[in-house]
T-cell receptor, first 113, second 112 residues
Framework: NAGVTQTPKFQVLKTGQSMTLQCAQD?????MYWYRQDPGMGLRLIYY???????DKGEVPNGYNVSRLNKREFSLRLESAAPSQTSVYFC????????????FGPGTRLTVL | DAKTTQPPSMDCAEGRAANLPCNHS???????VYWYRQIHSQGPQYIIH???NNETNEMASLIITEDRKSSTLILPHATLRDTAVYYC?????????????FGTGTRLQVTL
């Protein structure tokens, strides 16, 4: 039982490049989330998927798109990366949107030059 | 979600109890108090949550004041591995507002 896995662990992009961050969970959870964490700050919610087939914007969605590929996988795409998107990205999942604690992945460290 | 106020940092000697305070004076009746921690650069880890009664699990105890305007997370016997940033979060458990909003937390340093 790996929990929440994220790929890649590290990535360096040039401004304007695109990439997709992958997230998968093996806990049969219904809800999945993407957060970003900037230095010295708490996590901020980018997008979430309360259940398979639905996605919604969080606090800081601009510049990102998401896809809930199936129940296990939730990807985050940067279409045209900007230096302001340099951050650590965490994926999380929970059994349901309501009531349940979230389990976090190890994070992806992204640098945009 | 109600805002929370936590001290930016605290120290604790190994083996002693670590008491981490949190103020949430604008909490509503339907909001729960959650605690997460983040060790070094790892993903946050759930610790405990409660509504108004005190709660205890294998990791910690949560003490919520009777007026619910503040709470304390207690790590009964802190170890070096408890060095982390601890986040106090208040959240609704249902509906579109049911999301975690992280502040900057308290950086707990456990020393020998």
């Amino acid at each position: 039982n790996a929990g929440v896995t994220q790929t890649p662990k590290f990535q360096v992009l040039k401004t304007g490049q695109s990439m997709t961050l992958q997230c998968a969970q093996d806990m049969n959870h219904n809800s999945m989330y993407w957060y970003r964490q900037d230095p010295g700050m708490g996590l901020r919610l980018i997008y979430y998927s309360a259940s398979e087939g639905t996605t919604d914007k969080g606090e800081v969605p601009n510049g990102y798109n998401v896809s809930r590929l199936n129940k296990r996988e939730f990807s985050l795409r940067l279409e045209s990366a900007a230096p302001s998107q340099t951050s650590v990205y965490f994926c999380a999942s929970s059994a349901f949107w309501d009531y349940n604690e979230q389990f976090f992945g190890p994070g992806t460290r992204l640098t945009v030059l | 979600d109600a805002k929370t106020t936590q001290p930016p940092s605290m120290d604790c000697a190994e083996g002693r109890a670590a008491n981490l305070p949190c103020n949430h004076s604008t909490i509503s009746g339907n909001e729960y108090v959650y605690w997460y921690r983040q060790i070094h650069s790892q993903g946050p880890q759930y610790i405990i949550h409660g509504l108004k009664n005190n709660e205890t699990n294998e990791m910690a105890s949560l003490i919520i004041t009777e007026d619910r305007k503040s709470s304390t997370l207690i790590l009964p016997h802190a170890t070096l591995r408890d060095t982390a940033v601890y986040y106090c979060i208040v959240r609704f458990l249902t509906g579109t507002a049911s999301k975690l909003t992280f502040g900057t937390g308290t950086r707990l340093q456990v020393t020998l």
